[in-house]
């Protein structure tokens, strides 16, 4: 039988990005800055990200407070819609509305997203081989976030819709083999200050 241990999924959603989201706002480094020093302490031994400017731009300020942690584009950890729901998985009241939605985005992420989706969970979750636990941080956008978190409470494939995340807070999952998934962090902005928290939140949501 192969021994696992543990793997300590570490999220963040990137940086406040610029109106164009070719790179960070002056608001976005500082907030990429301030995750990088909260996770000094972390044993991480990678930081993945995915391949657009706002999630590289945030994962190399992270790891420019971290100690010679190596980072790894990953197209998994891209922008992409995971799933579209049918009408009829959706609130009645608001199926239309989140379906318009989604009809907004490139049809080509539409129609990769499931498959890239499959990746990133064979990638990034479950427990790992071996005898040490892994600790791993993948800085993305916030449909995958809402994506893996849905996955790891085993919510219905629509439930993805309705999950999110600020920018730059951090998100834990930790994967073993003889539990269920266990969510340690949601959403945290403890390590920003007021001024730097809820960016990327909708407003009606801010507290």
Request: net charge negative; hydrophobic share 40%.
């Amino acid at each position: 039988m192969t021994e696992t241990a543990a793997r300590y999924l570490y999220l963040a959603r990137h940086a406040e990005a610029t109106p164009d989201e070719s790179g960070l706002t002056d608001r976005g480094r500082r907030q990429a800055v301030l995750l990088g020093e909260r996770l000094r302490g972390a044993p991480l031994t990678a930081v993945h990200h995915g391949p657009l400017a706002r999630a590289e731009e945030t994962a190399r300020l992270i790891g420019d407070q971290l100690d010679r942690v190596p980072l790894r584009m990953s197209p998994p950890a891209g922008d992409y819609i995971p799933y579209v729901p049918r009408h009829d998985e959706l609130p009645p009241r608001s199926a239309d509305a989140m379906l318009a939605f989604l009809a907004q985005f490139p049809a080509e992420e539409r129609e990769q997203g499931p498959g890239l989706a499959a990746e990133a969970l064979a990638r990034f979750t479950g427990p790992v081989e071996g005898d040490r636990p892994v600790h791993e941080l993948v800085v993305t956008h916030n449909f995958l976030l809402a994506w893996l978190v849905r996955e790891a409470l085993e919510a219905p494939r629509a439930r993805w819709m309705g999950i999110n995340h600020a920018n730059a807070a951090l998100t834990v999952i930790r994967y073993t083999h003889d539990r269920a998934p266990a969510v340690l962090f949601l959403n945290d902005t403890g390590h920003l200050p007021q001024e730097l928290r809820w960016t990327g939140f909708p407003a009606e949501l801010h507290v």
